[in-house]
């Protein structure tokens, strides 16, 4: 967009007060279960290169920490579910097979004046782009911070002040969609007894550096006598449209103060050229905490996912998203769980809050369903994973439990947060976070390959581990995955640990669930610098693993025949093209 349109907008949308274009935005009447509510909302188009300074929020923060919780109206609800009893479905394991081979590492955002962060991330072509609470930044990918801002409107300006955000926005959470190379980011907001709102911006391009088109929505929904405010949200895509979730708590009236699931979805054209937003709202009185599918390939409909019960996972989609929306569920019976019930240990005595069973994240990818979540399992946290087959539900048939297995390591430690996601090649790739009463909290990766078995993963790798205990508060509500679209193969995770005196900070990695062949550095390349680390693992392989601790001996064995000797010679000289 060049700098005229920039200005004309702009002053056209002066002549507009946000307050009365927000008024003009009625709550949807969700009383009834199946009902459709229906709105619409202007934009406001920005160019972040006019941002000065471009580099806003300091991280870390050195003021004081405000728990987000305080913030919120009450948003508690009873976790209850089916109690079913005990089944004998397999659950995997890990094994001591190495799946996660990590490149690139660099921290992301670290302390705000918020805890806990809630880290997301997204990466595109050359960028990468990551929201905590309050705040977010933008990367190249060798980790130099290009653009940082706060979300609210403690920012000069604040990322979504410009469309009327307040002072208080929460549970930011941004993806990459691969297929309009746009970036999309999400932030909620709530005030008193009036005000409830979900904001969304889509950059003009795969550059995050630029143009985008904001949106506020009014989230204000009607129940009977009583409406409604949004939390906790789910926020996914497909070709089609982009998807919010969110748990409903009551703002004001004298109904129940729950009011299930809201589901929102944006027809994403208008979004991609800066027109005004539509959108469409269903609701789900019985399910909680769902969240919603990032897609890869033609998916038979959006895809959302709570757990349902001890044995049950359930999965929801919308028939005729665009048009006609109607949501459907199926129930997947998976091996038996209960919710992690207590904190995980740190060291130095803390204990951290590890959340509960909710789910963390879903991808799709050409009828391959992965999820993941916390359960309690051998006395402790644990996460969980399964890989759910769609087939062509809910057109016909029913999705089928594949396989699904825990991630858990040595005796006395504890896992949670299991972030999931699947690559062109069937590789599965996994960020997790691990303590225990010996060690600090880390950020752990983990993966397996398609000709595993059935529910295992590799042995956990660890990324980036803290450097304190931590302050008590709760660890936070997720940790992030995705795939590079470059190549479609190379995963990119972002999880939270412990630095300095008990602050919150975040870390970035991209990691291969396979090696490069030939890549004896693990640089990422097959080249000349290869050479002397190929001949330094011949030599004397206990140097040449501590000399690239992103390696190990097995990856100079560059002829898989399970040793590192003179056979490898021959393959690496063809590797490098001699």
Same mark, same amino acid.
């Given at each position: 967009?060049?700098? %005229?349109?920039?200005?004309?907008?702009?002053?056209?949308?002066?002549?507009?007060?946000?307050?009365?274009?927000?008024?003009?935005?009625?709550?949807?009447?969700?009383?009834?279960?199946?009902?459709?509510?229906?709105?619409?909302?202007?934009?406001?188009?920005?160019?972040?290169?006019?941002?000065?300074?471009?580099?806003?929020?300091?991280?870390?923060?050195?003021?004081? #920490?405000?728990?987000?919780?305080?913030?919120?109206?009450?948003?508690?609800?009873?976790?209850?579910?089916?109690?079913?009893?005990?089944?004998?479905?397999?659950?995997?394991? *890990?094994?001591?097979?190495?799946?996660?081979?990590?490149?690139?590492?660099?921290?992301?955002?670290?302390?705000?004046?918020?805890?806990?962060?809630?880290?997301?991330?997204?990466?595109?072509?050359?960028?990468?782009?990551?929201?905590?609470?309050?705040?977010?930044?933008?990367?190249?990918?060798?980790?130099?911070?290009?653009?940082?801002?706060?979300?609210?409107?403690?920012?000069?300006?604040?990322?979504?002040?410009?469309?009327?955000?307040?002072?208080?926005?929460?549970?930011?959470?941004?993806?990459?969609?691969?297929?309009?190379?746009?970036?999309?980011? =999400?932030? =909620?907001?709530?005030?008193?007894?009036?005000?409830?709102?979900?904001?969304?911006?889509?950059?003009?391009?795969?550059?995050?550096?630029?143009?985008?088109?904001?949106?506020?929505?009014?989230?204000?929904?009607?129940?009977?006598?009583?409406?409604?405010?949004?939390?906790?949200?789910?926020?996914?895509?497909?070709?089609?449209?982009?998807?919010?979730?969110?748990?409903?708590?009551?703002?004001?009236?004298?109904?129940?103060?729950?009011?299930?699931?809201?589901?929102?979805?944006?027809?994403?054209?208008?979004?991609?050229?800066?027109?005004?937003?539509?959108?469409?709202?269903?609701?789900?009185?019985?399910?909680?905490?769902?969240?919603?599918?990032?897609?890869?390939?033609?998916?038979?409909?959006?895809?959302?996912?709570? +757990?349902?019960?001890?044995?049950?996972?359930?999965?929801?989609?919308?028939?005729?998203?665009?048009?006609?929306?109607?949501?459907?569920?199926?129930?997947?019976?998976?091996?038996?769980?209960?919710?992690?019930?207590?904190?995980?240990?740190?060291?130095?005595?803390?204990?951290?809050? #590890?959340?509960?069973?909710?789910?963390?994240?879903?991808?799709?990818?050409?009828?391959?369903?992965?999820?993941?979540?916390?359960?309690?399992?051998?006395?402790?946290? %644990?996460?969980?994973?399964?890989?759910?087959?769609?087939?062509?539900?809910?057109?016909?048939?029913?999705?089928? *439990?594949?396989?699904?297995?825990?991630?858990?390591?040595?005796?006395?430690?504890?896992?949670?947060?299991?972030?999931?996601?699947?690559?062109?090649?069937?590789?599965?790739?996994?960020?997790?976070?691990?303590?225990?009463?010996?060690?600090?909290?880390?950020?752990?990766?983990?993966?397996?390959?398609?000709?595993?078995?059935?529910?295992?993963?590799?042995?956990?790798?660890? %990324?980036?581990?803290?450097?304190?205990?931590?302050?008590?508060?709760?660890?936070?509500?997720?940790?992030?995955?995705?795939?590079?679209?470059?190549?479609?193969?190379?995963?990119?995770?972002?999880?939270?640990?412990?630095?300095?005196?008990?602050?919150?900070?975040?870390?970035?990695?991209?990691?291969?669930?396979?090696?490069?062949?030939?890549? %004896?550095?693990?640089?990422?390349?097959?080249?000349?610098?290869?050479?002397?680390?190929?001949?330094?693992?011949?030599?004397?392989?206990?140097?040449?693993?501590?000399?690239?601790?992103?390696? +190990?001996?097995?990856?100079?064995?560059?002829?898989?025949?399970?040793?590192?000797?003179?056979?490898?010679?021959?393959?690496?000289?063809?590797?490098?093209?001699?």
């Amino acid at each position: 967009m060049n700098a %005229v349109r920039l200005s004309c907008c702009a002053l056209l949308l002066a002549a507009v007060p946000w307050a009365l274009a927000q008024e003009s935005q009625p709550a949807s009447d969700l009383t009834e279960i199946g009902a459709v509510g229906h709105g619409t909302t202007p934009v406001e188009i920005i160019d972040t290169r006019l941002v000065e300074p471009q580099i806003q929020a300091e991280f870390p923060w050195d003021g004081p #920490v405000q728990l987000v919780k305080n913030q919120l109206p009450p948003h508690k609800r009873a976790k209850v579910r089916w109690q079913q009893e005990a089944n004998d479905l397999p659950v995997g394991e *890990l094994t001591s097979a190495r799946r996660g081979y990590a490149g690139m590492l660099f921290p992301g955002i670290q302390q705000t004046a918020w805890s806990p962060p809630d880290p997301t991330l997204a990466v595109g072509v050359d960028h990468v782009v990551s929201t905590v609470n309050m705040a977010l930044a933008f990367y190249t990918k060798d980790g130099t911070l290009t653009f940082s801002q706060n979300l609210d409107s403690t920012g000069n300006p604040g990322f979504f002040e410009t469309v009327g955000g307040g002072d208080f926005t929460f549970d930011p959470k941004c993806f990459y969609d691969h297929y309009e190379d746009r970036f999309v980011i =999400l932030a =909620l907001e709530t005030y008193g007894t009036t005000e409830s709102w979900i904001s969304i911006a889509v950059s003009d391009d795969g550059d995050p550096n630029g143009v985008w088109y904001k949106y506020r929505t009014n989230s204000v929904i009607q129940i009977g006598s009583s409406t409604y405010w949004v939390d906790y949200p789910g926020l996914g895509f497909d070709h089609r449209g982009y998807y919010v979730t969110g748990n409903l708590f009551k703002l004001s009236g004298g109904g129940s103060g729950w009011g299930g699931v809201l589901f929102r979805i944006f027809d994403k054209t208008p979004l991609l050229g800066g027109n005004p937003a539509a959108w469409s709202d269903l609701r789900d009185g019985y399910a909680g905490s769902v969240q919603a599918a990032q897609c890869h390939g033609t998916a038979q409909a959006p895809f959302f996912v709570d +757990d349902a019960g001890n044995t049950s996972i359930r999965i929801h989609a919308i028939q005729n998203p665009l048009t006609n929306p109607v949501k459907v569920t199926a129930t997947v019976t998976v091996p038996y769980f209960d919710y992690p019930w207590d904190s995980a240990p740190n060291l130095g005595g803390d204990e951290i809050d #590890v959340l509960d069973g909710r789910i963390i994240n879903v991808h799709w990818r050409d009828g391959n369903l992965y999820t993941g979540h916390g359960v309690f399992a051998g006395g402790r946290a %644990v996460s969980r994973w399964y890989h759910i087959d769609t087939g062509n539900w809910p057109t016909s048939g029913s999705p089928t *439990l594949v396989q699904s297995g825990d991630v858990a390591g040595g005796t006395g430690v504890y896992t949670w947060f299991p972030a999931i996601f699947q690559n062109a090649a069937g590789e599965v790739g996994l960020v997790t976070a691990m303590s225990s009463a010996t060690t600090y909290a880390s950020v752990q990766i983990t993966g397996r390959q398609p000709g595993d078995p059935l529910g295992t993963m590799g042995a956990l790798t660890e %990324v980036a581990i803290g450097s304190s205990g931590y302050n008590g508060y709760r660890w936070g509500d997720y940790f992030d995955i995705c795939v590079d679209p470059t190549n479609d193969s190379t995963f990119w995770a972002i999880g939270e640990y412990a630095n300095g005196s008990g602050n919150w900070g975040t870390w970035i990695t991209s990691f291969l669930v396979s090696p490069i062949k030939g890549d %004896v550095n693990c640089d990422g390349a097959v080249n000349g610098f290869d050479i002397d680390a190929f001949v330094l693992a011949l030599d004397d392989p206990t140097t040449y693993e501590a000399s690239f601790p992103l390696c +190990d001996i097995r990856t100079a064995d560059v002829n898989d025949d399970g040793s590192v000797n003179g056979f490898d010679i021959d393959a690496f000289v063809a590797l490098l093209g001699g």
